[in-house]
């Protein structure tokens, strides 16, 4: 079936340091991909997302690139900062979201 | 923006008894509406998915005898935990789809902290 796998946490990173939080999906058809985050004490937000081959989503500094060719989607940041200490979603939609375990992103001052 | 309003945010009940949590969706019709369950290690598991008007759609391995779902109207979902067990005890999400289609992204509620005791 549809599955979604992303590198496990937490990710630890000084303040403006590159951020990279892979995502490779497996699924039949063509699937929808997303980025969903969860900041301390609030829901699931949708981040970005793409929804065919070879889109970037981006939003917030985030950028994720839809790869067919690696069923891949993993989320980049060129410069992090301490807001964005938060729990990452990769998801993928075909006729239902499946999520992946999620990514705790943890970054210091 | 659209809103998914869950209440309660937390709970906390005895083993036995039997828990509903609501979801709304406070500025759009929703017609289809999701349940998820997010355990310890935060991944977040698709339970069942209910449209209005009719019979929810359960995952594999989640007991529909034990999450009842309803979805009376095109803004309320409820979802009763019964005869709750202490394993029961878990973070439940709802999210809702203004559609039926659903390559579109989903609104969250925050979330409700179920503890059985």
């Known amino acids: 079936g549809d599955s979604v796998t992303q590198m496990e946490g937490p990710v630890t990173l000084s303040e403006e340091a590159f951020l990279t939080i892979n995502c490779t999906y497996t699924?039949?058809?063509?699937?929808?991909l997303f980025w969903y985050v969860q900041y301390p004490g609030e829901g699931l937000q949708l981040l970005l997302k793409?929804?065919?081959?070879?889109d970037k989503g981006s939003n917030k500094g985030f950028e994720a690139t839809y790869r067919k060719e690696t069923t891949s989607f993993h989320l980049e940041k060129g410069s992090v900062q301490v807001s964005d200490s938060a729990v990452y979603f990769c998801?993928?939609?075909?006729?239902?979201?499946?999520f992946g375990t999620g990514t705790r992103l943890q970054v210091f001052p | 923006g659209a809103v998914v309003s869950q209440h309660p945010s937390w709970v906390i009940c005895k083993s036995g008894t039997s828990v509903k949590i609501e979801c709304r969706s406070l500025?759009?019709?929703?017609?289809?509406m999701f349940w998820y369950r997010q355990f310890p290690k935060q991944s977040l598991m698709l339970m069942a998915t209910?449209?209005?008007?009719?019979?929810?759609?359960?995952e594999q391995g989640v007991e529909k005898d034990k999450f009842l779902i309803n979805h009376a109207s095109l803004t309320l979902s409820t979802l009763t935990v019964t005869s709750a067990h202490p394993e029961d005890s878990s973070f439940y999400i709802c999210?809702?789809?203004?559609?039926?289609?659903?390559?579109?992204?989903?609104?969250f509620g925050n979330g409700t902290r179920l503890t059985v005791t």
């Open positions: 999210s809702a789809s203004r559609g039926r289609l659903y390559n579109s992204p989903l609104h």
């Open positions: 699924a039949t058809g063509y699937p929808s």
């Open positions: 793409a929804t065919k081959a070879d």
């Open positions: 998801a993928l939609n075909t006729d239902k979201l499946i």
């Open positions: 500025d759009f019709q929703a017609t289809t």
């Open positions: 209910s449209n209005e008007g009719s019979k929810a759609t359960y």
